[in-house]
């Protein structure tokens, strides 16, 4: 049985000549952080020659991570509830616990999480503090180095979703390597989230179906309550990417759509399917679309927050099912045309007026697609990551899309399914 010793862990205060002074007692949140209070956990693994060289860097990481929370100081403090009932950070510089750990196995049995038994690995991989009595007093980033016999180290991420998007994460990483470098940020980060504020009177201009309620007529509920969830990876290479994007093409002479659509348009297809929904089932599509250049004015470059609202998609599972994957892929660029200013603000507007409002998941297909978020560009000095990305499996809803471990070009879906719906997703991917 594989082993991972933990240090007690220490806590890391901003330090250096760039720490910022904080006036404030409370960090703004905005609409688009408030229902999104949850841990990203990843895991960045980094090859190494030496022993020697992998302890070097678990000091350099500790000591860059001091200089980087003086641009990121938010990281310190905790969530707090204000009187209005909004969440905020409240700037009490608590610091960073950080934890230094050793495996007694090769870095080499480090993989992504879809592989079998990957999860309970990579677990021990991240820190997470199960001494907080509730999420309030959890902190807001932690951070765990794990050093292996070959020489090699992973970085461990637990982070309060609140703070950040993927995207401003991965910018937060690559600061912090910039420091580690000793080389000045590229970006520095714009912490004014007021910009994304409802406006002084909230109109919802839209009809919002990312956050409707679908009846369950399929009893999806009890086809996963009556059998396990099971996980598999979907491998699709360069090959198979092709076939399917002109699959996925309302031009059948020509590729029309990017990788991201069609991969989409098959997850949502393939999943109502293997789910067995009734014809008369509505069946959702919910997918992550970045905000920053979509609104008016756009975002300051460097604007570090969570800036992502959901497009929604929405199908009889019979038309869905009857019609070609084009159509599918169709609804899924109207969606991403429809997500502009206008759309944005009313996203903002109706949760500033249903401040409880979360994306419902009945029937529904979430995607995330965790191969553009650009972690792997993080250098501490070593060269790039060999592998980022999540170290815990998605909820049954969600589908990740990574990219290949060993083949940069290919694509790797996750999916969680009852196992005969695995099976049926299976035979679908080979028939492409």
Known sequence: MVK??????????????????????YYFLSNLDQNVDVLMKTVHVFNSSSEAHSHNAATLIRESLSTVLSYYYPFEGALAVRPDGRLAVRNDRRGVPFVEAAADYELREVTDVSAPCAAEVLADLVYVDMDSENALEAPLLTVQVTTFRCGGFVLGLAMNH??????????????????????????????????????????????????????????????????????????????????????ASEDASATTCSTFVALTAFVWVARTRALRMRPEQKSKLLFAVD??????????????????????????????????????????????????????????????????????????????????????????????????????????????????????????????LPLPCVQAFQEMVDQL
């Open 4 to 25: 991972v010793t933990r240090s007690e862990p220490v806590l890391v205060h901003a330090a250096g000549d760039a720490a910022v002074t904080v006036t404030e007692d």
């Open 291 to 416: 905000g920053r250049r979509r609104v008016n004015p756009p975002l300051p470059d460097g604007f570090w927050g969570n800036a992502v609202v959901f497009a929604c998609c929405m199908s009889y599972a019979s038309d869905l099912l009857s019609r070609p994957l084009s159509a599918a892929s169709r609804s899924i660029k109207d969606a991403i045309s429809r997500t502009d200013n206008a759309f944005i603000r009313s996203v903002v507007d109706y949760i500033e007026l249903n401040r409880v409002a979360r994306p419902s998941l009945t029937a529904t297909t979430l995607v995330t697609a965790w191969n553009r978020l650009g972690f792997r560009t993080a250098d501490f000095g070593w060269g790039e990551a060999s592998h980022s990305g999540p170290a815990e499996l998605p909820h049954k809803e969600v589908v990740m899309i990574l990219r290949g471990v060993r083949d940069s070009q290919s694509m790797v879906l996750v999916v969680g």
């Open 162 to 247: 609140c703070l950040a998007d993927g995207q401003s994460a991965a910018a937060f990483l690559c600061s912090w390597a910039e420091t580690a470098r000793g080389v000045p940020l590229s970006t520095s980060p714009y912490h004014d989230r007021t910009l994304q504020s409802a406006r002084s009177v909230p109109t919802v201009c839209f009809p919002h179906d990312e956050f409707t309620e679908i009846e369950d007529v399929s009893d999806i509920a009890g086809t996963f309550g009556n059998m396990p969830c099971v996980y598999r990876s979907f491998t699709f290479d360069a090959g198979k990417l092709e076939r399917l994007k002109k699959a």
